[in-house]
């Protein structure tokens, strides 16, 4: 019986709190229960339909599993000059090779975040511990092409979601969504984010934080 394997993120632009992934192993039987359940990319469901989704698949498949990145760890590897796509590379091949023990052999299908389809899915084979294991496929708008790739979508999203509502109940200021698109998250950092730079909920290498906190000038030798 063939096996699929799916992956995906979640939280890819905000500058608060994490970029969260999913992954999901399926059989052919499983699919259909995805499909009766009318899975599909998280985007295209509400808040209510997601929670309820989140449960179900958990319930449903061979195996799953989540990964969630912090903002201080994103932070750390751009100024190690590991840009996102890099980032999100390694981080999908960790779940590969956690779910590998799962399987013999599976189709493995990602959305690829990258331009360059076939330079991100050859880095990427770089991390994968036994590659022997698996037909990996990756490509853009695999969350709307690919139930299992949905569903791992929906488990992202809804993590996501989790630790973002953590973070409003912990600091009890609504912070919006954490996207810069979003205006309550814009004036939560003009008024707050002074207030909370050390609690590292936010991405301080993102170009908005940069726009607010613009680092001090060094000062001149005869300045001292």
């Known amino acids: 019986m063939t096996l699929h394997l799916g992956i995906d993120e979640a939280g890819r632009g905000p500058i608060i709190g994490p970029m969260c992934f999913g992954a999901v192993l399926i059989d052919e039987k499983q699919e259909k229960i995805l499909k009766m359940l009318d899975v599909k990319d998280s985007k295209l469901l509400t808040p209510e339909r997601r929670e309820f989704l989140f449960t179900q698949i958990k319930k449903n498949v061979i195996a799953s599993a989540v990964l969630i990145i912090s903002p201080k760890e994103i932070d750390k590897s751009l100024a190690e000059k590991v840009n996102l796509n890099q980032l999100e590379a390694r981080k999908i091949a960790e779940l590969i090779n956690l779910l590998s023990k799962k399987f013999e052999k599976a189709n493995i299908i990602v959305d690829c975040p990258s331009t360059n389809i076939l330079a991100w899915r050859n880095y990427l084979l770089n991390y994968i511990k036994n590659p022997e294991k698996i037909v990996l496929k990756c490509e853009h708008k695999a969350d709307k092409n690919h139930i299992e790739v949905g ?18 109940h912990k600091i009890d200021i609504d912070i919006g969504s954490g996207y810069p698109s979003d205006p309550v998250t814009i004036e939560f950092l003009k008024k707050y984010s002074s207030k ?26 005869l300045d001292f």
């Open 151 to 168: 569903a791992a979508s929906i488990l992202a999203k809804v993590t996501r979601d989790k630790e973002i509502e953590k973070i409003k």
């Open 196 to 221: 909370f730079k050390d609690s590292g909920i936010f991405r301080k290498s993102w170009q908005t934080w940069k726009d607010i906190h613009p680092a001090k000038e060094q000062k001149k030798l």
